[in-house]
């Protein structure tokens, strides 16, 4: 038997469906596009994070001077021992007792100059370290966002790792002054043969018998005639980890065997979607910026 | 069928159409007008972004000049919906720290030694929307939406008053 459709009534049900679908499709746009731009905008907020962090470790170029020390230390050291040599090569045994105070004199200033180098890595993690924590802290329910169902909450820091950036030289030159030691050092490839700046991240040991002393040199982008390289944003993966600072948002004790120069910044957005909150996900960004390269070229 | 009756059903099925579509037309308009918004939001966004980072990444002196060539460089005409991106106000550049002038005692001279500038940048830009409809609810013909941000400055400030001062 044939059916007889009813046609009354039948453009107003079309319409209020049509008007239904618009409606929903463009309230789904709506939130997937705010979603998007609160993304970038947290991705922003990283960045920024990132690159102040940076700008803390190498304050007052004391990474860039600490380098220096290092290398200056490692040459009046060098330089006293070859002092001592002479004396005894050219019969001059009584100024050996001087050249002994002073090569003496060397060491212990080295030895000081190791605690400082030291102290001065503690002192960067903590206040890079403080900074971070205070982000987190400072955070309030301003930044939360709601749109149908969807809820975003402010970036928080997870993670901050300290590092530095590959194929970064150190900002101190081995000076060519000392013959014997420029040579050792293009040996032992402490140093760049092009450029006579030492390699990055290395314990620079002099030959012996004063091969017990480290002379722990950072990386840290030189200053090339005068000019010094600001902090920056990196790319991730030019990012190479030397220690943890901040992890799942707590403190964790950090001492790093060189001075950094670069940080990555784990952030997380945490995120609710549905109606009751049903999918729950952070949504993470990272970001990586190095620090300000060396201020004075020597 | 009666002729009344099919001519009845007519009407009413026109009836029904010309209600629905003076119902779908203003919401599709609204639906122009809010992308418009959310469009604009987001150019206004991405540019105030480009300016802050600009103005934090050189001289504190000339923050406002190159973002004013940012903003003409990323904004440079105004169509029908958008206007033009101006700066809301100028550059604000809070500046914790910063290198001093200092004299040197071999010649007595005053030099700045150079270093980082610290502190931040906040730029502020407009842009102006001409909805369709919106305005039957704001009341005003046009839409002002302003968008701030923040960048850490990024300068180090060469050495400057020396005789030497571009070292090898």
């Known amino acids: ?298 | 069928m009666t002729r009344f009756e099919r001519r009845k059903r007519k009407a009413q099925s026109l009836l029904e159409t010309v209600m629905g579509i003076s119902f779908l037309v203003p919401i599709f308009l609204l639906l122009v007008d809010f992308t418009l918004v959310f469009a604009a939001l987001q150019k206004n966004d991405s540019v105030c972004r480009n300016v802050v980072r600009t103005a934090a990444s050189g001289a504190p002196e000339d923050a406002n000049n190159r973002a004013q060539a940012i903003l003409a460089q990323k904004s440079d005409s105004s169509t029908g919906w958008f206007s033009k991106i101006s700066l809301a106000e100028p550059v604000a550049l809070m500046i914790t720290n910063k290198p001093n002038v200092q004299l040197d005692p071999e010649s007595n001279e005053a030099f700045n030694p150079g270093g980082p500038i610290e502190g931040s940048a906040i730029a502020s830009t407009q842009i102006t929307i001409k909805p369709i409809l919106l305005h039957l609810f704001h009341g005003e013909r046009e839409l002002t939406f302003k968008s701030q941000q923040s960048c850490p400055i990024s300068y180090v400030m060469p050495e400057s008053g020396r005789s030497n001062e571009v070292k090898e």
């Open chain 1, 1 to 298: 038997m044939r059916t007889i459709r009813k046609s009354s009534g039948s453009m107003l049900v079309l319409i209020v469906f049509l008007l239904g679908i618009f409606v929903v499709f463009a309230l789904g746009a709506f939130t997937v596009n705010n979603f998007l731009f609160l993304r970038t905008r947290a991705q922003d907020r990283a960045d920024n994070l990132a690159l102040l962090l940076a700008s803390k470790i190498n304050t007052g170029d004391r990474v860039g001077q600490m380098n220096e020390l290092q290398a200056r230390s490692r040459e009046l050291i060098f330089n006293s021992r070859e002092r001592i040599a002479d004396c005894h090569g050219e019969e001059l045994d009584m100024l050996s007792p001087i050249a002994e105070q002073l090569l003496n004199e060397a060491r212990e200033g080295h030895a000081l100059l190791e605690r400082e180098s030291n102290n001065l890595v503690s002192q960067i993690c903590k206040e890079v370290k403080e900074s971070a924590l205070a982000h987190n802290s400072a955070l309030s329910d301003l930044g939360i966002f709601k749109m149908g169902g969807l809820l975003t909450e402010q970036a928080r820091i997870e993670r901050v790792e300290l590092g530095s950036i590959k194929d970064i030289p150190s900002n101190a030159k081995s000076d060519t002054v000392f013959e014997g030691l420029s040579e050792f050092d293009l040996q032992q490839n402490h140093s760049h043969k092009t450029n006579g700046l030492y390699r990055a991240n290395i314990d620079a040991k002099i030959p012996p018998p004063d091969g017990d002393l480290s002379f722990k040199i950072s990386a840290l982008a030189p200053n090339v005639r005068g000019t010094c390289s600001p902090a920056h944003n990196v790319n991730a993966h030019v990012f190479t980890r030397m220690d943890t600072l901040i992890d799942n948002e707590e403190g964790q004790p950090c001492h790093p065997e060189f001075a950094p120069c670069a940080v990555q910044v784990h952030c997380k957005m945490p995120t609710t979607l549905g109606i009751k909150g049903d999918y729950r996900a952070d949504l993470t960004f990272v970001s990586t910026a190095a620090t300000n390269g060396a201020i004075k070229t020597e």
